[in-house]
């Protein structure tokens, strides 16, 4: 049974900074492409960010970029989301997903084949 838990989250004044992680669990985790997403209640998912399977390849939204770095550590099978600059339109569930499609072949949420629950991200300002 695959399983991806996020934690790391919590509340933060604007401006302040926090990593968050996810252990993914039942899977082969080096044969897949992992990403952070967003969602806010009553809106869509939205993409933060993504690496691919032995971390060749990132990818930020326009939002985060600068901001925030992915990175991943295949030896304890974790994906981590280090978030500095913190600011209140940053406040959402975050959750991680895996995909084992190639990392040309992803395109957006749908194409992600587990998610966690999501840990929660609160700014202050």
């Known amino acids: 049974q695959v399983r991806l838990v996020e934690s790391g989250g919590g509340l933060v004044q604007a401006g302040g900074s926090l990593r968050l992680s996810c252990v993914a669990s039942g899977l082969t985790f080096s044969t897949y492409g992992m990403a952070w997403f967003r969602q806010a209640p009553g809106k869509e998912r939205e993409f933060v960010s993504r690496?691919?399977?032995?971390?060749?390849?990132?990818n930020y939204a326009d939002a985060v970029k600068g901001r925030f770095t992915i990175s991943s550590d295949n030896a304890k099978n974790t994906v981590y989301l280090q978030m500095s600059s913190l600011k209140p339109e940053d406040t959402d569930v975050y959750s991680c997903?895996?995909?084992?499609?190639?990392?040309?072949?992803?395109?957006?949420?749908?194409?992600?084949?587990?998610w966690g629950q999501g840990t929660q991200v609160t700014v202050s300002s």
């Open positions: 690496i691919s399977r032995l971390s060749l390849n990132t």
């Open positions: 997903e895996a995909t084992l499609r190639p990392w040309v072949r992803v395109s957006g949420p749908e194409d992600y084949d587990y």
